[in-house]
């Protein structure tokens, strides 16, 4: 079954049995990354955990509506869960990193049984590129200008994972509308000021100091760049604050995405989990820093990297 189509059983819950087959490691993440925000109770398993996988599978215990994850299932002793998967009520992927034995009788079983979905590789620099883009920012309820998908493809080239890292953003940084124009994608795509400040953000949410400083090494740098970035992360640090404030006040995560500004799925899966490990309180550090690196940067003679480093080193600790 074409991904995008399988992605709506999923979504939908047409369908709780799926097995992902393909190349493309970015469609396979990624379908699980959606499959986890709508499932509850998750549980991940990969060959070493064959017995326990088992157990789970075979306990009344497990609600139905948990989502259970088979990874490498093709290094598993696939006739063992023969029986159980026909009866396991819960939603149900199975990953396959090769197809050694996909003709096998007891595969053939297997996948009469179950959605199958087609991670392939798209083709290098063909057109199912830009389809794949236009795909994706309509998974949000976003249009986009005609050519945004081309300008994307040509700044960022043909990786899926780094694709959806800037449709990502552009998304993030568009939350007020639902429509992204050319003028967007070339203000924050790739290698542009804004891009990278969005880049910083990220890196240092998941305390990637390494990664934080690597791009901050890309800017021109001069006082104004500074500050705009200093404005662009304290804007993002409060909000993800304040997702953890409403979190913490027993409001839904749908409320919280709506309240703040940010699409849905990416409050479910990418800034509140990130948020919750980070912690209100190292939150509120951050943005208080930000505060008075503002005015250090304001008045200070020498050279304003020193200051800026010091702030991504805290991250650190």
């Given at each position: 079954m074409k991904y995008q189509n399988a992605l709506s059983l999923l979504r939908f819950k047409k369908s709780n049995k799926f097995i992902l087959l393909g190349d493309e490691p970015y469609l396979k993440e990624r379908f699980i990354e959606i499959s986890e925000s709508i499932y509850s109770d998750i549980r991940k398993y990969y060959p070493e955990d064959q017995r326990e996988a088992y157990d789970i599978m075979n306990s009344e215990s497990f609600f139905d509506d948990g989502l259970i994850i088979l990874y490498d299932f093709n290094k598993m002793k696939a006739e063992v869960f023969k029986d159980l998967i026909k009866l396991y009520n819960g939603c149900l992927i199975l990953v396959l990193s090769d197809l050694s034995n996909i003709k096998s009788r007891v595969m053939t079983d297997i996948l009469s049984k179950m959605?199958?979905?087609?991670?392939?590789?798209?083709?290098?620099?063909?057109?199912d590129y830009l389809i794949w883009i236009n795909s994706f920012i309509s998974e949000f309820g976003y249009t986009s200008e005609k050519g945004v998908d081309q300008l994307i493809f040509s700044r960022v080239g043909p990786s899926m994972f780094s694709l959806s890292n800037e449709i990502e953003k552009l998304i993030l940084i568009k939350s007020e509308e639902k429509y992204i124009t050319?003028?967007?994608?070339?203000?924050?795509?790739?290698?542009?000021?804004?891009?990278?400040a969005f880049e910083i953000f990220e890196s240092l949410l998941r305390k990637n100091v390494k990664k934080a400083l690597k791009t901050f090494n890309n800017y021109t740098r001069n006082k104004n760049t500074f500050v705009d970035i200093i404005g662009f992360l304290y804007v993002y640090f409060e909000k993800v604050y304040r997702m953890l404030l409403l979190k913490e006040e027993g409001m839904e995560e749908d409320d919280i995405a709506n309240i703040v500004g940010i699409p849905k799925f990416l409050v479910k899966t990418k800034y509140l989990p990130k948020a919750v490990l980070f912690g209100k309180n190292n939150i509120s550090n951050?943005?208080?820093f930000l505060c008075n690196l503002d005015i250090q940067m304001r008045l200070f003679k020498g050279d304003r990297r020193i200051l800026f480093e010091h702030f991504l080193y805290s991250f650190s600790k």
């Open positions: 959605t199958i979905v087609e991670c392939k590789k798209l083709r290098e620099y063909g057109s050319l003028k967007d994608a070339a203000d924050y795509i790739s290698f542009t000021s804004k891009g990278n951050k943005i208080n």
